[in-house]
């Protein structure tokens, strides 16, 4: 069946501007996880949903990331006034339920602000 | 932050040979998974091991885990050259399942 998608799968933007990033999960997957990677570094956790509600988004790094999941399936990581250095790659992951401990990720977004 | 860090942090080899990669981390775990990922984007999942267990098997993949040690090891065996990538550990508390990744190891597999 079909994996964990984001779009886009890079993204060019300028400093100040606001960014979408878009994850689809497994179909069936309640649990849907946010992680960026910067360059030369393992991925570190974002922000986990289970369902529509954000349950821990202590990884967010300041107020100008947020993300949503309003029906429970796919999920948009929003970044305001974007910053050289949120300059990475964000992954999207999913789970079929709350405490299953594979993780599918997705191919990432690559983002990159000038 | 990240939690630990695997070792070393690049390993070169010939097809044939075997490819061992460490892990050690600092907090208590539930379990303990190890990723492959290529070009830097998607991870793939390995395999997973529970803080209970001290080895596991999957194909040509050998984990061990000593959790008094806080270190885990990675054994490929008889390596290919697609094998090249990078691995990375990642633990995992009991509960939501968080995942709190390595630096990573990259593997080069020659032909």
């Known amino acids: 069946g079909a994996g964990v998608s984001q779009t886009p799968s890079n993204k060019v933007t300028e400093k100040g501007k606001y960014v979408e990033l878009r994850c689809d999960p497994i179909?069936?997957?309640?649990?849907l996880y946010w992680y960026r990677q910067s360059l030369g570094q393992g991925p570190e956790f974002l922000i986990y949903?289970?369902?529509?509600?954000?349950?821990?988004d202590s990884g967010l790094p300041n107020d100008r990331f947020f993300a949503v999941r309003p029906e429970g399936s796919v999920s948009t990581l929003k970044i305001q006034r974007t910053e050289r250095g949120d300059s990475a790659v964000y992954l999207c992951?999913?789970?079929?339920?709350?405490?299953?401990?594979?993780?599918?990720f997705g191919p990432g977004t690559r983002l990159l602000v000038l | 932050s990240q939690q630990g860090e695997e070792d070393p942090q690049a390993l070169s080899i010939q097809e044939g040979e075997n490819a061992t990669m460490n892990c050690s981390y600092k907090?208590?775990?539930?379990?303990l998974q190890w990723y492959r990922q290529n070009s830097g984007r998607g991870l793939v999942h390995l395999i997973l091991?529970?803080?209970?267990?001290r080895e596991k098997h999957s194909g040509r993949l050998r984990v061990t885990l000593d959790t008094s040690k806080k270190s885990s090891s990675l054994l490929i065996t008889a390596s290919r050259a697609a094998d090249t990538a990078s691995y990375f550990c990642?633990?995992?508390?009991?509960?939501?399942?968080?995942?709190?990744f390595g630096t990573g190891t990259r593997l080069l597999v020659s032909p």
């Open positions: 992951a999913s789970s079929l339920v709350q405490g299953k401990e594979t993780q599918y």
């Open positions: 179909s069936g997957h309640t649990a």
């Open positions: 949903f289970q369902g529509t509600g954000a349950a821990d």
């Open positions: 907090t208590s775990i539930n379990n």
């Open positions: 091991i529970r803080s209970n267990e």
């Open positions: 990642a633990t995992g508390n009991t509960g939501f399942q968080k995942l709190v």
